[in-house]
């Protein structure tokens, strides 16, 4: 296989967050033009927060308290963030971040800080 031919499959397969490959590419670890070497994960596209709460930070079902509570996070804890929305007001804040893929989790705004890329509204 030639390696644009290969790039080309891998751009198909990039932003899953797991990167499978036909077993043709992933030749035992051997590489060149003709062999490419192939990690078994890719980096997240997803803009990245750090919770700054000094208390674990609810995760909701939609963007207000008075939602489900799905579960919470960590102090310090990073997590992906799909986008934001407006939501109930949190401290005079009222941006809330989706945390989820194809299940809505929600988290108050005002608790998180955005340490790598942009989010983008939802």
Same mark, same amino acid.
């Given at each position: 296989?030639?390696?644009?031919?290969?790039?080309?499959?891998?751009?198909?397969?990039?932003?899953?967050?797991?990167?499978?490959?036909?077993?043709?590419?992933?030749?035992?670890?051997?590489?060149?033009?003709?062999?490419?070497?192939v /990690?078994?994960?890719?980096?997240?596209?997803?803009?990245?927060?750090?919770?700054?709460?000094?208390?674990?930070?609810?995760?909701?079902?939609?963007?207000t308290?008075?939602?489900?509570?799905?579960?919470?996070?960590?102090?310090?804890?990073?997590?992906?963030?799909?986008?934001?929305?407006?939501?109930q007001?949190?401290?005079?804040?009222? /941006?809330?971040?989706?945390?989820?893929?194809?299940?809505?989790?929600?988290?108050?705004?005002?608790?998180?800080?955005?340490?790598?890329?942009?989010?983008?509204?939802?």
């Amino acid at each position: 296989m030639h390696y644009k031919t290969a790039i080309a499959v891998m751009a198909g397969v990039m932003g899953t967050g797991v990167a499978t490959v036909p077993a043709a590419l992933a030749d035992a670890g051997r590489t060149g033009p003709d062999r490419v070497s192939v /990690t078994a994960t890719t980096a997240s596209a997803y803009p990245k927060g750090r919770v700054t709460s000094h208390h674990r930070l609810a995760i909701r079902s939609r963007p207000t308290t008075r939602s489900e509570r799905l579960g919470s996070l960590r102090p310090g804890q990073i997590v992906d963030i799909k986008c934001w929305a407006r939501g109930q007001s949190v401290r005079g804040d009222r /941006t809330w971040y989706r945390l989820g893929i194809s299940t809505p989790e929600w988290v108050a705004g005002r608790y998180i800080r955005i340490i790598k890329g942009r989010v983008h509204h939802c």
